[in-house]
Every structure is written in structure tokens, then in C-alpha cells.
């Protein structure tokens, strides 16, 4: 390189530097302000946004002990405005924003940067007191109410709540520890609650350690609950991971859940005011979950279940380390039925048991129950299952004089560990057949034989949540 064309290149250099030194003086603060930083993103969402807005422009502060409660409620009551004008989004961008309860409006997205972290505030008065599910008559925990969720909807349509995988922590530990000290006056809230809504979708985010239950879509419909990660200490309470109650068309897929209860509870109400508001959970697909549950089961159907549950469709499950496979829930009272219930593709590692049905988990709100209520258990198939390392292949209890009938189970593999129950299968009050089953069922599912095996049945035709295709969405913004 000649000296002139040395001069030439750091004269350039010069030029170069005292431009980055200037786009740097302008993010720096100016008036007092922080910089606004640019953020492109894009999320796959069954609506797109014609609106947008970040949590800093309403005062929210990212530092982990600043209240962001009264930021949240701005910034969804200044977007609530847009939902008859192509709906909105609201960005929360990098950092750990502590808040207490805040509630969704329609037409709306709630969007978390990868490095987000919602914090649920320790602060009980931060968590308003509201009335119980009017399916269950009084709350989980407590006669009475209960606490309002921290993300909570109700009365909506078109709501997304997802992310790149950003965080909502429940900060779980305080409640627990009020449950196991019988310190509580009210249930325990959820992290996220949506009822009496249409066309919802959560997905792609981390929940880690809630209060209890992580995700209930209750008296909704057109649900899809995807990508979503469930951490919580396996030993915490009710901690269940997503639970559909009283819910029509509902689509969960490739979730990962470790819990403190069931990974996937099905419920439509309790007892006596289940069977009065008589909503049924149907048209459930799940499917590519993986469970870690030691002390509950991968999938449950019940207990509270006196609405109906009907048409349910598990499919490509891994369970690891769980106490159950596939559970059925319920009692004498709780009248309504569980039917039309198909799995198939589960893979089971160290269990307790691959399949539990029980008509005698007898809890109840109240002593009004009508001991006459009986529940209708029919129509039950699994398949093409394997399971290694299991205490006992199958405990099936029905209700005398209210069997459960017509149990399908077909090529189900199950190696049992080394310190297994001699009696593997332990059957009562059921009715149903076996085919290519190991080992072989009881005797009230007798195995078909070769000459006359069967395959248990799952449809064949989609549902209509199935066909729903998500569109993507992008926002180029910037932030403070």
C-alpha cells in the first residue's frame, strides 16, 4: 500500500471512528432520559397486531423490586382502546419486572423478550380476593374465594400471551409454605387464568415455581397451549402443570413440564355445582409432551370432572420418573362421565404405575353432594405403548354396582422393575378387552388371542382446533 493510499485509509478510519462516536452520543441520555434501544422481533400467533407499545412507556422498571402492577394496568387500558382497530401488543422488554395481578382485554398480545422476567409480588394485598369458580362451589384450598391469577382474563377474544421463551415466576415458595401451615384464608392463585374467552393461545415461555396451578383455560373455547416449559419443585403443591376445565377445542402440544402434580389435569367441575352449570371439557388434543411427575400422574381425567369429558386425543408422550402414565379420577357424587378417551405413542420410564383408574377419591366441597350422582366411565382406549422399569402394570378400580366399561388396551409393552408387586394387574369393577398386551391383564380384560387381535380405536378425522394455522408476526420498536 503506497503512503497515499495509507493517508486515504486513515483519514477514512478517522471519519468511520467520529461517526460511531456520534450515533454513540445519540443513545446516550438525553434530558434525563435513557437511551431508546431498537428491538426487532417476530413470534408465530394466531392474530397479528396493527398496534404496539412497550411496558417502559407507561414507567415500568426492570430492576426486580420496582412495582410494575399499576404499569401493566396503563399500558392494557391505553391498548384496550385499539381492539376495533387492527388489536395491540405489548412488549416487555429485558429485565426482571415484579407485579402483581394484571388483567388482558381482547384483541391484545402480551409479548416477553427472551431476557424477560415477570416476578409475582410476595406482597399479598397486591393479589385481590375474587369469587370461586361457580362449577366448584368454593375454592381449591379454602371454603370461600380466592386469589385472583396473576395474568387473568375473562370475557375475551383473539388473546396471545407468548414470547422467545421469556419467564413468569410465580415466587411459589410463599404460598406453599401458607398452604403446608394451614395460613391460608383464601385458594392459592394461578400464574395464568382466561375464562369465559374464545380464541386464545399461550405459548412459548418458561413458568417457573407457581403458587399452584400454572395454566387454566376455564369455560372457554378455541384454546392452543404450545411450546410452553413448566418448572416447579417436585415436591410443591398442586402445582399442576396445564389443567382444560369446562373448555371446547383445545390444542396443547410440545410442552415440557416438571411438577408438583399432574402435567395435564382435564376437569369440568365439582360435585353437586358441576353437574348444575354443566359445562363439559371436549375436543382435547395433546400431544408431543414430555412429563416429569414422581408423585401424580402425565395425564389426568378428573377428579373434578362432573361436567363431562369427552373426546380426548393424547398422542407421542414421554413419561419420565412419574407416578402414573394415563389417570382417571373419581367418586361416588360426582355424576357426569368420562368417555371417548384415546391414546396412543406413550413412552414410559420408571412408573408406578402405567394406568390408574379409581372411582374412590372421595373428596368433596361440601356435604351436599348427591351420593346418587354417579359417574359414567366408558369408552376408554390406549395403544401402542412401551414402559420400563414399573412397580405394577395397571391398577383399575371402578365403583361397585357402577363399573367402568369398555377399557381397550392394545400392543402395550410394560418391564416391570426388579422389586415389582407380584400381583401386576389389580383389577375391580371394570369391563373391556386386551390385545398384545405384556404381561398379560387381568381377567376383565381378557387378551383376544392372536386369531382375533385387535387395535384400539383412535379417530382418524381431525378436530376442528387441529386446522387452526398461526400467522407470523414481527414489530421493529424501540425502547427505553
Known sequence: MS???????????????????????????VDGQRPRVWDYFEYSAISCRAHSAFLTDFGGVGDGTTLN??????????????????????FVPPGRWLTGSFNLTSHFTLYLHRDAVLLASQDINEWPVVDPLPSYGRGRDTAGGRYISLIFGTNLTDVVVTGDNGTIDGQGALWWDKFHNRELQY????????????????????????PSWNVHPVYSSNIIVQGITILAPVRSPNTDGINPDSCINTRIEDCYIVSGDDCIAVKSGWDEYGITFGMPTKQLVIRRLTCISPTSAVIALGSEMSGGIQDVRAEDILAIDSESGV???????????????????MTMKTMKWAFWMTGNYG????????????????????????AENVTMAAR?????????????????????EKKAKKLTWNCSDISGISSGVVPLPCELLPDQGPENAVECNFPTESLPIENVEAQMCSSRSKYF
Do not use: W
Open 3 to 29: 503512503q497515499t493510499q495509507v493517508g486515504i485509509f486513515d483519514t477514512a478510519l478517522e471519519k468511520v471512528s467520529v461517526l460511531v462516536v456520534l450515533v454513540l452520543l445519540g443513545l446516550s441520555v
Open 69 to 90: 402492577t399499576e404499569a401493566f394496568k396503563a399500558a392494557i387500558t391505553h391498548l384496550s382502546q385499539f381492539d376495533s382497530e387492527g388489536g395491540s401488543q405489548l
Open 187 to 210: 385458594t392459592r392463585p394461578y400464574l395464568i387464568e382466561i375464562m369465559f374467552s374464545e380464541n386464545i393461545q399461550i405459548s412459548n415461555l418458561t413458568l417457573v415455581n407457581s
Open 327 to 345: 389417570r382417571i379420577k373419581t367418586a361416588v357424587g360426582r355424576g357426569g362421565y368420562v368417555k371417548d378417551i384415546y391414546v396412543r405413542g
Open 363 to 386: 373428596s368433596h366441597p361440601d356435604e351436599n353432594y348427591d351420593p346418587n350422582a354417579l359417574p359414567v366411565i366408558q369408552n376408554i382406549n390406549y395403544r401402542d405403548m412401551v
Open 396 to 416: 383399575l378400580e371402578g365403583i361397585p354396582g357402577d363399573p367402568f366399561m369398555g377399557i381397550c388396551i392394545s400392543n402395550v409393552t410394560i418391564e416391570l
